[in-house]
């Protein structure tokens, strides 16, 4: 059986980070790519990052360019995604997720975990 499951999110102010983790269980891990999508209650989910099982290709919504960074330790299993300088729009459930094949899309990714809060306040 295959679980995700993430953590790290909280509430934190505008300009602050938080770092979220996510580890895998019941799969090869390093045969997958890894990835964070968000959703906002009332909005479809989102993109935000995707890195490849060999950590040579990564991949970032504009949105979030240059504030937010995939990493992977598959020595872990685990999938990480550093954030900084948050905004209130960050404010979503962040979900991980894998995918077997290299094209990042939401419809791509097989596995899901159950979601971790991230709000940032004003």
């Known amino acids: 059986q295959v679980q995700l499951v993430e953590s790290g999110g909280g509430l934190v102010q505008a300009g602050g980070s938080l770092r979220l983790s996510c580890v895998a269980s019941?799969?090869?891990?390093?045969?997958?790519?890894m990835g964070w999508v968000r959703q906002t209650p009332g909005k479809e989910r989102e993109f935000v990052a995707a890195?490849?099982?060999?950590?040579?290709?990564?991949n970032h919504a504009p949105s979030v360019k240059c504030r937010f960074t995939i990493s992977r330790d598959n020595a872990k299993n685990t999938v990480f995604m550093q954030m900084n300088n948050l905004k209130p729009e960050d404010t979503a459930v962040y979900y991980c997720?894998?995918?077997?094949?290299?094209?990042?899309?939401?419809?791509?990714?097989?596995?899901w975990g159950q979601g971790t809060h991230v709000t940032v306040s004003s």
């Open positions: 997720a894998a995918t077997p094949v290299p094209i990042y899309t939401i419809g791509n990714f097989n596995y």
């Open positions: 019941g799969l090869t891990f390093r045969r997958y790519a």
């Open positions: 890195i490849s099982w060999d950590v040579i290709n990564t």
